[in-house]
């Protein structure tokens, strides 16, 4: 069989990029190894995470919030079988629909493990061991990440005491403790899931702030608002052990500048402290694709690796772990095959924590600007004076737009609050366009919403915020 492109891994990058490059009129296959499409994100990821945050955050409205808007329903019971099977079935429904996608867009799908023998050949074998060979005008690779342990430290995963994020999400009852190494997204997340299902959550985390490279106000307000929710913070914690203890397991951690050691126990230990490529078994050896100094596939600015005919994108190469900055690389990626100009503009890339309340940011940090010296000005506006948020009971957290002092053109916004992560599209698009804080505060927000507090925000940056 001949293709014009084959992608190797079925996840948001390959799969996107296999539809795009269909739908562009590329006769084209998917090699993925696993039963089901969708990856890391749909399979154990993106999607059950928020299967099990959306739950759980019910869960802990009914029983902290409902009360105080008139809605009594007593103590919640916590039904954790059923709360996995809302999870299972999500993934389901998101599993069958890429079977759907591949059929409807005419995608050949070769199940097995998918090895790059030189340009333009792929072998793929099959859970019987026996392979076969295709060939291709282009290979994408798209196999992603897998879980990194702690760099030094070597950590027996039994994904029931000592657990990495697929561990996390599958727990079969809720431990009395937790200590979550690295405060991280998935630490963060999962740590929350657990939290408001009624977990004690310790997060040892070796920065001295956790999310690490979000804007610092965001995180020394969002530390504040999980502390409010139970959850205790070791910073500036360096995990030098982790092992099975009794019935749990043990976390020992020092100082990061240096000093004595300590010991915690917990029913669970989540590790995470991130995610590296995935290339194992891929054959970039001997076919001659270069790595970078992180193992990454090393691509140049239109995700052609070193070799030609052989391309990369998502997880698997640098920037961001994200699913959507994977699939804008496979769109981008099947555009430029069919002989179009794809393009990712990288400053402008979304980041979300879907915790409760949710952190969302675009472009810059004030910490970058500074550091790259950049003058600007910041305009922040808190969710207390937004009547929305007053009304559904969710004042915490504010948003902060930075625009450059001369032009107001809009270099980075960050949100904490109730649905912050479907407010910062209106900060996206408005980049993407190249827009000033003017342009913001300008444009009609709809009455009474949580947006508003976006464009108040945008007033205080070029002007006055109104409401306060
Ligand atoms: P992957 O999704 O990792 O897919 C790679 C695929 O390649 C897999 O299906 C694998 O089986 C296959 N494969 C690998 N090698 C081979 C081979 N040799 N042959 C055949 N197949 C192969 N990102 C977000 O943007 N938002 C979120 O909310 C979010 N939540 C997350 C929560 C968790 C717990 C985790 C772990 C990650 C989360 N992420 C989230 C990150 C997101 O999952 C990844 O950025 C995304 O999945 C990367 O997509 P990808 O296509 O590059 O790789
Ligand atoms: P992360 O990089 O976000 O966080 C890891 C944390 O562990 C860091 O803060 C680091 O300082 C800390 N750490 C490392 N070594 C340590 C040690 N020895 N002791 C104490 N702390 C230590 O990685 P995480 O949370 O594992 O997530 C992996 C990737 O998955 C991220 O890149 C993220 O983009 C992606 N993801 C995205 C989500 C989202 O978009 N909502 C959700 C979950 C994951």
Not at 65 to 72: H, K, N, R, T, Y
Not at 412 to 432: K, N, Q, S
Request: proline letters at 3%; hydrophobic letters at 40%; aromatic letters at 6%.
């Amino acid at each position: 069989m001949s293709y014009d492109v084959v992608v190797i891994g079925t996840g948001p990058g390959g799969y996107v990029c296999a539809i795009k490059a269909s739908q562009l009129g590329l006769k084209t296959a998917v090699v993925e190894k696993l039963p089901t499409h969708g990856g890391t994100c749909v399979n154990v990821g993106c999607i059950p995470s928020k299967a099990l945050l959306h739950a759980s955050e019910m869960f802990a409205e009914a029983g902290h919030s409902f009360a105080a808007l008139g809605v009594e329903v007593g103590t919640p019971k916590l039904n954790l079988k059923q709360m996995m099977a809302h999870k299972t079935q999500t993934v389901e429904q998101n599993t069958k629909g890429l079977d759907f996608l591949m059929k409807k867009n005419k995608i050949d799908v070769l199940r097995g493990v998918g090895k790059i023998l030189a340009a333009g050949k792929v072998s793929v074998t099959g859970d019987d061991g026996k392979a076969q060979e295709v060939e291709t005008k282009n290979i994408v690779i798209a196999t992603g990440s897998q879980v990194s342990a702690i760099p030094g430290v070597e950590v027996d995963f039994d994904e029931k005491t000592i657990v990495s994020s697929t561990g996390a999400l599958d727990l079969a009852k809720v431990p009395a403790t937790m200590i979550v190494v690295g405060g991280g997204v998935i630490g963060l997340e999962l740590g929350s899931v657990w939290a408001r299902l009624g977990t004690k959550v310790t997060v040892v985390e070796y920065l001295d702030t956790i999310l690490g490279g979000m804007d610092a106000d965001v995180a020394k307000q969002f530390q504040r608002l999980l502390g409010k929710q139970g959850f205790e913070f070791k910073l500036g914690a360096k995990v030098t052990g982790v092992a099975k203890a009794g019935k749990g397991a043990a976390v020992t951690f020092e100082p990061a500048k240096g000093g004595d050691a300590q010991t915690l126990d917990a029913d669970v230990v989540l590790v995470a402290t991130g995610r590296k490529p995935y290339t194992e078994g891929l054959g970039l050896e001997e076919a001659g694709v270069e790595l970078d100094e992180r193992g990454r596939v090393k691509t140049d600015k239109h995700w052609s690796t070193n070799v030609k005919g052989i391309f990369a994108i998502g997880d698997v190469i640098a920037g961001p772990m994200l699913a959507h900055k994977a699939e804008d690389e496979g769109v981008a990626v099947a555009e430029t095959l069919a002989g179009q100009a794809g393009h990712v503009n990288y400053d402008v890339i979304p980041g979300v924590v879907y915790t409760s309340p949710e952190v969302a940011s675009v472009g810059k940090t004030e910490e970058e600007l500074k550091k790259a010296g950049v003058e600007y000005k910041a305009g922040k506006f808190p969710f207390t004076a937004n009547g929305r948020a007053r009304a559904m009971a969710h004042t915490d957290g504010f948003v902060k737009i930075l625009a450059d002092k001369a032009s107001d053109r809009v270099l980075g916004v960050h949100i904490v609050g109730f649905g912050a992560g479907e407010m910062i599209h209106e900060a996206a698009v408005l980049m993407e366009f190249g827009g000033s804080s003017e342009d913001l505060a300008r444009t009609c927000h709809a009455h009474p919403t949580m947006s508003e507090a976006v464009k108040e925000a945008a007033l205080a940056t070029f002007d006055k915020a109104i409401h306060i």
